[in-house]
Every structure is written in C-alpha cells, then in structure tokens.
C-alpha cells in the first residue's frame, strides 16, 4: 500500500518528547540510562506520548513547534505533520519532500549522559541515543528516500557530525544553532527540489524572528529569554545573544499551551534572573514577578516550572526568591518532606555550580560570579543556597568534572565545597567534561570515565550519596542497594575502571566509614568540620553595580 504522505514531516524520538508524570527528572534519566537496562528497571517510556486522533505528536520538544510555526507561513497546515517515531509511516509517503527531525541529546554524548550508561559498560548506549537511531533509520524514510530530504536540527544537532554519522543516517543536512533565519528559505529549497547545504550554521536572529508557536511543546515549555552574556568556555547556548521575549507573546505561548491540554509551564532560559535585566546582569525584580503572576494567572494553568538560574543574583538580592516564591513554590509540580511549605511544595531549578576551585573558575567562567568576584565563588555558593533554601527553592546543581586543567588540589577544593553542602535541601549531579562543538573549549580533550582519579570519583560518589540520603523513601529500597553496592564493583566497577572506585562507591553503599577514613579525602565520621561555612554576608566589590536603583535609573 502506498501513503501520498504530507509534504513536510516533522519528528522527535519518544524520549526527547515524554513527559511522563511531568517529570524532567525522568526525562533526563532516559537521556542517561542505559537502554538496555531499562526495561530490567522498569523504566518505560515509547507508551507514555499521547497522539492525537489522527496520529498527529500532542507534544513535542519545544525547538520543533518553533520550526513548525516558521512553516506555517509559507505551507499549509495539511502540508505538514508533526508525529513520533510509531506514526512516521502514517505522515511519510510519495509526497513527501522533507522529513525534519529534532535532536536535543541525539547520541547522547552530552554532559551527563554517557557517564551514567558508561557505568554499566562501554557498549552500553543511553536511552535517547537508542531512540534517536530508531527515529532516524526508520524504514519509511529509507524507503521514501530518493524523493525526500532528511534535516536534522536542535542543541544537539553537533554530536551527529562529531560522530561521523551524518552519512551513514542520510542525512542531507545539519543545522546547528538557532534556526529562525535559516528554516524557512532551507525548507522552501527542499520542498522544490533544489540542492540543500550539507551544513548550516545559525546564527541569533533578531527578536522579531522568533515566532509565536501554534501547539503544545513537551513540559510546556515557554521561552521568556534565549541567550547569556556571561560568557562561560564551555557552554554553548553562551554563544547566543541575549534577549527578552515580550510579555505578550510568553502569554500567547501559554494560552496556546494550556489549549491544548498542558496544565504546567515550563519557563525556559539560560538564567532566570537575566528576564528583561538591567545593565551589568542587574535582575529586574518588578518584570520578573509580573511575568510570574501573569503567567500563574492564565487559565487552565495549574503548575509552573522554571528551568535554569545563576546563583549570584540570590545573593545580592535575597528578596527577589521571596518575591518568586508563591508562584515558584506554591505552583511547583515537586514535593519534599523537608519543604515548609504547607503543601510541601518545593522549587527545582537548574543551577550550574561547576566547580569548587576558585582557580579553575577563573579560568573557565568568571563571568558566572558577577558582581562578585571569582575568589568570593564558595561564599557565592554557600549564601546564595542558604537563601534558595529558606524558601523552599531545592535546586538540582551541576558540577563539572575533568575541566580542562584540573588537578589535584582543584579536587579537593571542589570536595571541601561540597561538604560544606551536606546539609544543603538540593540535589547534586557530577557530569564530566565535554567539549561542546563551538565553544571556546571545543577542541580540548573529553574528561573519561576510566581516567577518573580517586579523588573525582569520591566526589562523584559522593554527590550521589548526599542525593540517595536526602531523596530516599524507603529504608528497605535503601538497603537492596547498599547491598548491590559491592555486587556492582566486583562484577562490572572493578573490571570497568579499577580500583579508584572502590571506597567512594562504598560511602555510596553506606559502608561504615571507619573502613574508608584512610582511603578517602573527607572525613565522614563526624570528627571533622566542613573548611567553609556560609558567610554572614558576601559584600559586591564593584561599586558601579548599585542593585538599590531601579533598572530605568541605574
Ligand atoms: C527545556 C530544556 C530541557 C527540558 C525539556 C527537554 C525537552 N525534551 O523538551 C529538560 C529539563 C527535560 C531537559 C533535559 C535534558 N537536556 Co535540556 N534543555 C532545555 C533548555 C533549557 C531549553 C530548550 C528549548 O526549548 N530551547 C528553546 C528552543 C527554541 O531552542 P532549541 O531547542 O535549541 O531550538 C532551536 C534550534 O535548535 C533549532 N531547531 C530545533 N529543532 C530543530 C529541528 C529542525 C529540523 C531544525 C532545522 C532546526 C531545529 O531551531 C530552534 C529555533 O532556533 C536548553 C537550553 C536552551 N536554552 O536552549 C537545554 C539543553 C538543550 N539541554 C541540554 C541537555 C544536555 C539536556 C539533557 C541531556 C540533560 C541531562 N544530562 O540529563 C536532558 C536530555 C533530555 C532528553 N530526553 O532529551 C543541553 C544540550 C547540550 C548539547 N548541545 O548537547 C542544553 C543546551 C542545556 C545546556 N546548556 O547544556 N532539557
Ligand atoms: S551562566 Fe550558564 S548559560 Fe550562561 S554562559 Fe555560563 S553556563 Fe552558559
């Protein structure tokens, strides 16, 4: 049977899309868990997506209902279809010209992602990149190949040609970057038949180019800024230039969500604090909060979620959480026990913390700090935690392992940190160093699980133990895994990546530390106290930046 099919289709894998339980902690788990331990786990995902009567995608990740409604403009609605993986072969047909796929972790190279399948072995894949091949090597494109043209586009868009499979995938052409200037004239030539570029680089587009989306985007996310001027080596949405989307048009973005089912938003940006910001990073306090309240006044909106923040601007202005918080808190999705709130409710926000070494900070992302120096950074960090904390905000905070120059003793200073934090309502995640395409630290080399130190894999245990200790629920779960703790290092660990594991998996595993004091740097037994405590104050060094003046003042 042959299918006329729809001029454009537009696809992202399952679990680029799922938002199960609106969930992004486990949305992120499927980027990093091994796929072929998945099911063994009981994590499923591909039965979660909801389609629409006509087999349409309900939601998808957010990068693609912007290309979507840039093609709105010059194709027609029954030109285009939007699907997963499962319904590519009902959109995909004798008609089709061009197949535009969406890829935000596609093989799962990224920060975070293969350290966790790399655990479990080298052959081991994560999830999302088993997902993404079985998208992208579907039967009906090959079929359908010689009258189509394959795009692929989206933050991850880069790892396809690091790998060296855009051949193998046929695929005709990779966008990298921001697509707003780019989709519109590339599917045009495509869907004519016209030879299309290998390659596009995009580039920022003015504010005026980003459209207005016309359906549901997975979590629902609604972008209100895009870019970040501080500028950090390894990052590289740092590239984008900075901008605030208008007011009116986050409020479309939600209305349209809500319309079509979603009861959360997901308020998306590089920093939250940098929302119609004034000179010199300064956070624009009254913006900020109308923006939340008008969005939590939006029918049919239930939850709001926030994505990413700096933790500097809690620091110089602990009022801005307080003022955040009845939206951030009281219409957050998370639950803890140790929230004050009534409800227990808690606020999640990405913060990237990176580092404990004021060296390494300075060499890699002084810019993250301001107004205060690199040398105020664990000051930074302890204060601007105390505040989040106190009002229930428990963010999920990364830290990068295997920086370009790391030694020893930045370890340590990393470690000393961290044990500062032990007490600290969050959760921790060590990734290791990846060179992003494009950034400033692209060419240098991949930090690798098998030439972690003894020192890093204690703190990367050791984040973990802090986060099985402050999220466990159960005494019994609790203890099948620390029991599982050896099993796991003398069966796969040992063989894997040797002994520098051993006794930072153990402190995982809960083992007594009277065993491990010896082996490992901090001393968990309660006789030493934390090098760092959180400061009274951390005063601003630079005396330009004034946050007592109104933005239009100052
Ligand atoms: C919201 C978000 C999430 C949410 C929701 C994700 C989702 N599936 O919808 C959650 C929290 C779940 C999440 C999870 C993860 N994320 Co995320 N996420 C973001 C965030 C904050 C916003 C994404 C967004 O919607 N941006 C706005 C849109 C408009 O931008 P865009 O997606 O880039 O789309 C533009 C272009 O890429 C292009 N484009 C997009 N799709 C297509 C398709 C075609 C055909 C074409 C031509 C063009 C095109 O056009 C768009 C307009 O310019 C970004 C950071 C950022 N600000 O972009 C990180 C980001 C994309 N995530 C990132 C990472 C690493 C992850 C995780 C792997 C984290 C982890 N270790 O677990 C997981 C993977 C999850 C998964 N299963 O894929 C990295 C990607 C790094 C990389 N380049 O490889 C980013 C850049 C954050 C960062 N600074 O490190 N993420
Ligand atoms: S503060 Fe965050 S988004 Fe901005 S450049 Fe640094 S890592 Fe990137």
Known sequence: MTTRGRKIVLAASDSESSEYLRSTWRQMLLAAMPARYANFLGVDWSSFNEVASDGQAKYVPHGLRVVEALLLRDFSADDIAVCYADQLDRFVGDETRVVGVHAHNPLGITFATDVYAGLYGRECEPVNAVEFRRLITHPVLRRHKPHLKLVVGGPGAWQIEHKGMQDEWQIDCLVDGEAEDIVRPLFRAAVSGQEIPRKFEGHSPGLES????????????VEITRGCGRGCQFCSVALR??????????LDNVRTQVAEGADAIMLTTEDLFLYEQGPRFRTNRPALKLMFESVAAVEGVRYVGLTHGTIAPAVVDPSIIEEL?????????????ASTHPDKRYAMMFVGLETGSVRLFKQHM?????????????????????VMNRHN??????FILGLPGERPEDTRQSLDLLFA?????????PTLFVPLDETRLGTRKSARIAELTDLQWEFF?????????????????QWRFNLGVPAYYYLLGRRLVGGAMKYPLLRLGHFPERWMRRRLYLDFSGRAAPGYRVPHSVPIPDRMYRPELPILES
């Open 210 to 221: 980003i459209p207005r989306i016309r359906h549901r985007s997975t979590f629902g996310v």
């Open 241 to 250: 230039s900075g901008k605030s989307i208008p007011l009116p048009q986050i």
């Open 325 to 337: 918080s009845p939206v951030a808190v009281g219409m957050s999705v998370h639950r803890h026990e």
């Open 366 to 386: 002084k810019g993250k700090s301001y107004p205060f120096r690199p040398e105020q950074w664990p000051d930074v960090v302890l204060k601007g935690m105390e």
């Open 393 to 398: 905000w428990f963010p999920m905070c990364t």
């Open 421 to 429: 934090l032990k007490d600290a309502k969050w959760c921790v995640i």
């Open 461 to 477: 245990f050791t984040c973990w133990r802090y986060n099985l200790d402050f999220f466990r629920k159960s005494p019994w779960v």
